[in-house]
């Protein structure tokens, strides 16, 4: 019986030997989840852009400033010379935090009064700006307390008033509530997840029935069998938008800023680079189920890189220039941005060019594999 047995799981490793799709899925998918969240997760989110709109203009006010920049949370981007500009860099995303000093600021420090200053967080993404609120206030703490003990040098002190009074202003998302950071990105990820799995299987399936050969020899063109494939998964993937973000307000009562007729149209940037994806995987694969197993491997990478879950800013170097060329992330910055911040195009145009360039080329890719499909 034993012997009987040794040669079955023998035959079966054979076969494994010769399937390397199956290996890379049982080898390649543990170790790149093993460098992926080794690596690239971090919760401590460092280098966060920041303006600053600073009217006192006064030593005092520097000071405070290079106490965030060295505490490396904050990195200074700009300064802002009007209220309006200082608005304008957190609405359209290039400045996560802004600093505000109104004009007295340093005449009440320097006569022993408390100065007010304000910090202004995107809280978007609430684990950010919990993290940077606790740096901000943490700083004018030290401050104060720096400030405290020099006036009680001087004798000004009469009474342990903190010297500065800071104001946090979390915006977009004032409760810092998950669920409207998680929910917009979910819809996202279940949209990728829709277009990829449903057209990787699209062509294989074609070849397994053996029914491709018969298409290819009819007066249809590629192009025209790609259309026919991808038109009804662009409905589905429409109707799935409906759903879910219906769902969202309904059930998590996440409100949506922006316009409803912008975000579908720029849904459609990111839906067809996905369909292309999957595409690509489908005339890549033999099987469907080969075309599934590539179609997971591609998209759980995806999935942890695009900023979903994980900030993008908490990354090394090397995994956030990789999250630039995956097109989900710069499809949930427009998605945020418009339900969160209720931004215009202007504030997300650089996405749906880099989404509108990925779309083109693995278009182009999955056309050639097309051809040498069927060839």
Request: with cysteine; net charge positive; charged share 15%.
């Amino acid at each position: 019986m034993w012997n009987r047995i040794k040669a079955l799981v023998w035959k079966e490793f054979l076969q494994l030997r010769r399937d390397r799709l199956t290996i890379g899925f049982v080898l390649i998918m543990p170790l790149a989840q093993i460098l992926i969240f080794g690596f690239a997760v971090n919760t401590d989110v460092k280098h966060l852009p920041c303006v600053v709109y600073d009217e006192s203009r006064s030593q005092e006010s520097r000071d405070f400033v290079d106490g965030l920049v060295a505490t490396q949370y904050f990195d200074l981007k700009s300064r802002a010379d009007s209220e309006a500009a200082f608005t304008r860099e957190i609405d359209m995303g290039r400045a996560q935090v802004g600093v505000w000093f109104p004009p007295d600021y340093a005449r009440k420090l320097r006569s022993g009064g408390t100065a007010e200053a304000m910090v202004v967080v995107d809280a978007s993404n609430p684990t950010t700006a919990s993290n940077a609120i606790a740096t901000a206030v943490g700083v004018s703490q030290m401050r104060s307390t720096t400030l405290l003990f020099q006036r009680m040098g001087y004798g000004q002190a009469t009474q342990p008033i903190p010297p500065i009074d800071l104001r946090v202003r979390p915006w977009y998302n004032p409760n810092l509530r998950s669920p409207n950071f998680i929910v917009p990105g979910l819809v996202g990820v279940i949209l990728a997840m829709t277009c990829v799995i449903y057209a990787s299987g699209s062509i294989v399936k074609e070849k397994e029935r053996g029914t491709l050969d018969q298409v290819m020899v009819t007066p249809v063109r590629p192009f025209e069998l790609f259309l026919g494939k991808i038109i009804p998964v662009v409905g589905i993937a429409y109707l799935q938008l409906t759903v879910l973000f219906g769902a969202a307000r309904v059930l998590f009562g996440v409100p949506v800023a922006g316009s409803v007729p912008l975000l579908y149209v720029t849904s459609l940037f990111f839906i067809i680079p996905m369909l292309g994806v999957g595409i690509k995987l489908s005339t890549a694969a033999d099987t469907q189920a080969q075309s599934t197993q590539m179609a997971i491997l591609t998209f759980l990478p995806m999935v942890f890189l695009s900023g979903y879950i994980f900030p993008i800013e908490g990354m090394p170097l090397f995994f956030q220039g990789l999250a630039q060329v995956i097109p989900l992330t710069h499809y949930l910055i427009i998605v945020r941005a418009i339900v969160l911040r209720g931004a215009g195009v202007e504030a997300f145009w650089p996405q749906l060019i880099k989404l509108t360039v990925f779309g083109l080329i693995v278009w182009t890719v999955a056309l050639r594999g097309m051809k040498r499909a069927s060839a």
